[in-house]
């Protein structure tokens, strides 16, 4: 168990909805990052917080945002979705910045399928 | 542009036996550092090993270990005495000074009794 805990695990929706992923870091880290895992793009960064801030963006549709709160949980919402938004999410967190490279730890993922 | 090349989609071995697993880079930074996480079935993502590129000594952890050629831009994963519960997928990262992990398209490792 990585102490970083993601709901829901599974989740099924139709194109064109509104979905909400949340993770909760491992206690007493300060970083958040989502990458996205999909047959077709491998595992890709999306973005990253730390302490509440956005700290690093990389490949996140505009369709897609996310945020940290002050308990220092993230959420992902994924809107107007797509097929091919079909993927597994995966929430990672770290003490702090990955340089000076730093452990990632990551959660079991939500399994995102649209249909 | 980093990135992080794994030109193994699959790879099997026997119990026991040995296995490398390869990967290349392209950067020109200086200062980086350099993973490899395990995917098993349960598609849970492990650290199994971290190596520091000012670090000229090859990372250990266990039965796994690395050969780190900076110079190559090499980082190749060695895992010594495979047991079944080795099979997973194998992604090897990279990251500098953005906090961007950031992923080969991973190796499948199938180990055989």
């Known amino acids: 168990d990585s102490g970083v805990t993601q709901t829901p695990k599974h989740l099924i929706t139709a194109t064109g909805q509104r979905v909400t992923l949340r993770c909760s870091p491992r206690?007493?880290?300060?970083?958040v990052y989502w990458y996205q895992q999909s047959l077709d793009q491998g595992l890709q960064f999306l973005i990253q917080?730390?302490?509440?801030?956005?700290?690093a963006k990389g490949n996140i549709l505009e369709r897609f945002s996310a945020q940290q709160f002050p308990d220092l949980h993230s959420e992902l919402n994924l809107s107007s979705l797509e097929l091919g938004d079909s993927a597994l999410y995966f929430c990672a967190s770290s003490v702090g910045r990955l340089n000076p490279g730093e452990k990632l730890f990551f959660g079991s993922g939500t399994q995102l399928s649209v249909l | 542009a980093q990135t992080v090349t794994q030109s193994q989609p699959e790879m099997s071995v026997q119990e026991a036996e040995t296995v490398t697993l390869s990967c290349t880079y392209d950067?020109?930074?200086?200062?980086?550092?350099l993973f490899w996480y395990k995917q098993p079935p349960s598609r849970q993502m492990i650290l199994v090993i971290r190596q520091e590129a000012y670090k000229q000594q090859n990372a250990t952890e266990n039965r796994f270990s690395v050969n780190f050629q900076k110079a190559a831009k090499s980082f190749s994963l060695k895992i010594s005495d495979s047991q079944l519960g080795d099979t997973a997928m194998y992604f090897c990262?990279?990251?500098?000074?953005?906090?961007?992990?950031?992923f080969g398209t991973g190796t499948r490792l199938q180990v055989f009794p």
């Open positions: 917080y730390y302490n509440g801030e956005e700290r």
């Open positions: 950067t020109s930074e200086s200062n980086y550092y």
């Open positions: 990262a990279f990251v500098y000074n953005t906090d961007k992990l950031i």
């Open positions: 206690s007493g880290d300060l970083s």
